[in-house]
């Protein structure tokens, strides 16, 4: 004979609630392993586990999140409603008194002060090379920086003649296409002059 559906609501009686959150925590623990130990068979134990994860939260008032990842890296998560798992992650370092996110954290700490040097270090070369922030340099120093600049001021004195160059090749271009233009108006005009006195000639002539 079919059994019935049995309706999944709260247990109202604590000690039931607690001893049922009990057994059914342990069987949600069970599912959980044989969906890491069954690879293949973690399409359709994933939905059981889920389904053990959501009547816990129903009948015991338990907060459950689970977070499991496929072996071709597929995100499978589930959530007690009206929770986040970032809530449950808070509880979770709150209740063990750990904290998840120090080595993170420590990291970005370590990177920003990498990073804050870094921009030191580029602003005082920048005001050394504007003739600022000298007085603790010592000769070595000194003498490279001065050796820089002599270095930046030949490229920038390369870059500006090339660029000179390039300006007078541009107008040298534009000046011969004017003296084509002009030398092909003068020819029209010489043209247009004999013809003009051609025609002239013919006048008189008739």
């Known amino acids: 004979m079919a059994r019935g559906k049995i309706q999944i609501k709260r247990i109202e009686n604590p000690t039931n609630r607690q001893v049922t959150y009990s057994k059914r925590r342990n069987g949600l623990f069970k599912k959980a392993n044989e969906l890491t130990v069954l690879c293949d068979a973690?399409?359709?134990?994933?939905?059981?586990?889920?389904?053990?994860?959501?009547?816990l939260t129903v009948l015991c008032d338990a907060k459950v999140s689970i977070i499991m990842f496929s072996s071709t890296e597929k995100l499978h998560e589930y959530t007690t409603p009206a929770t986040s798992t970032k809530e449950l992650f808070d509880q979770y370092q709150k209740?063990?008194?750990?904290?998840?996110?120090?080595?993170h954290y420590e990291r970005m700490q370590d990177n920003l002060k990498k990073l804050k040097d870094i921009n030191r270090n580029l602003r005082r070369q920048i005001r050394q090379r504007m003739g600022e922030c000298m007085n603790d340099l010592s000769f070595e120093?000194?003498?490279?920086?001065?050796?820089?600049?002599?270095?930046a001021v030949r490229i920038i004195r390369e870059r500006k003649y090339r660029v000179?160059?390039?300006?007078?090749e541009t107008h040298k271009k534009k000046l011969k296409s004017v003296g084509e233009i002009h030398k092909?108006?003068?020819?029209?005009?010489?043209?247009?002059?004999?013809f003009i006195g051609r025609y002239t000639l013919w006048c008189v002539t008739m």
């Open 141 to 151: 120093e000194l003498r490279c920086l001065e050796q820089d600049m002599d270095n």
């Open 42 to 55: 973690k399409h359709w134990k994933t939905s059981r586990v889920f389904k053990k994860a959501n009547e």
């Open 164 to 168: 000179i160059s390039n300006q007078i």
């Open 184 to 194: 092909s108006l003068l020819q029209e005009f010489v043209s247009v002059i004999k």
């Open 95 to 103: 209740t063990l008194g750990v904290d998840l996110w120090i080595t």
